[in-house]
């Protein structure tokens, strides 16, 4: 039996749409093992797909088929600890642990580049499942089937706080409110913030964090969608975050704190229970490690 460990992301960073993640403390575990039936069951009693459509058993599936390797069926049970359509990766964890614990399954035909093309072609953008894979903050683009990529360590200065709401959004919704062209002045805009939010994180400029995470690409046609989420943004900055963002297509709120801010969650908690109790507060660290793969 394999087990895969893949953590929590958070795509996009405001201005990095489309490019920039990073890997998060909260992980979701599968563990898979042949079988010669389809036998998924989930081990936090969620109502999850239990069939050939579900999302592990699918992209599973997939490396077998590239492997030329005849699938009966599979053994998979999931532990999932990353919120569900909240804009936290979970569907990209998912792709990543049907990839990789297949692989392992089969004796690793495919190497890490593979996986790390195959996810991003299955997620249509490497945002999330490039971070998942390699962990850490990571700039990719994806073309022609190929990821290009670098990961970065970031710098240790910096913790997350995750503002998770109690509704969903979909993120063919989030998607699906953005518009089709945008112009020169708001491109060149998220341009120069991309890059001074790259740099900024891996150095630890921690003063540029707030003006670097702004964005004109997608932020304002999501903030519609997301009830409470500008205000949720603006309270976490006057609390002290250095910036504040959507985390992927959302509704989480995510925001960047300085470590040595040590009264930022007390201060956080005491106003969120009185202004938006609905949400809940959750820190997180960069996840310098990425997916873990052990055999059990």
Not at 153 to 162: E, K, N, Q, T
Request: charged letters at 25%.
């Amino acid at each position: 039996m394999i087990r895969v460990s893949v953590p929590a992301t958070s795509a996009n960073m405001g201005s990095g749409f489309d490019c920039m993640g990073i890997a998060l403390t909260i992980r979701n575990t599968v563990e898979m093992d042949f079988c010669d039936h389809i036998d998924i069951t989930n081990a936090n009693g969620l109502d999850l797909p239990a069939g050939e459509d579900n999302l592990i058993y699918s992209c599973a599936k997939h490396v077998f088929d590239i492997a030329g390797k005849r699938m009966e069926g599979l053994k998979i049970v999931e532990h999932c600890n990353i919120p569900m359509t909240r804009g936290l990766g979970s569907s990209s964890a998912c792709t990543v642990a049907g990839l990789c614990g297949a692989n392992a399954l089969l004796g690793d035909p495919l190497d890490e580049e593979a996986i790390i093309n195959l996810a991003a072609i299955i997620e249509g953008h490497p945002d999330n499942s490039t971070p998942a894979i390699r962990g850490g903050f990571v700039a990719a683009m994806l073309e022609n089937g190929r990821v290009w990529q670098v990961r970065v360590p970031i710098s240790g200065r910096l913790r997350f706080c995750a503002f998770i709401p109690e509704f969903e959004l979909k993120t063919e919704k989030a998607r699906a409110a953005l518009p089709k062209e945008v112009t020169m002045r708001d491109a060149v805009f998220n341009l120069s913030r991309a890059a001074l939010l790259a740099g900024s994180l891996v150095a630890g400029e921690l003063h540029n964090i707030g003006v670097a995470t702004d964005d004109r690409l997608h932020q304002p046609y999501r903030f519609d969608m997301i009830p409470e989420g500008r205000e949720v943004a603006a309270r976490a900055r006057e609390l002290g975050a250095l910036g504040s963002f959507i985390s992927g297509a959302g509704p989480t709120i995510m925001a960047v704190v300085d470590r040595a801010s040590l009264d930022f969650e007390k201060r956080v908690r005491e106003r969120f229970s009185e202004e938006f109790p609905s949400w809940r507060v959750q820190m997180l660290d960069c996840d310098e490690e990425g997916v873990h793969i052990e055999r059990i």
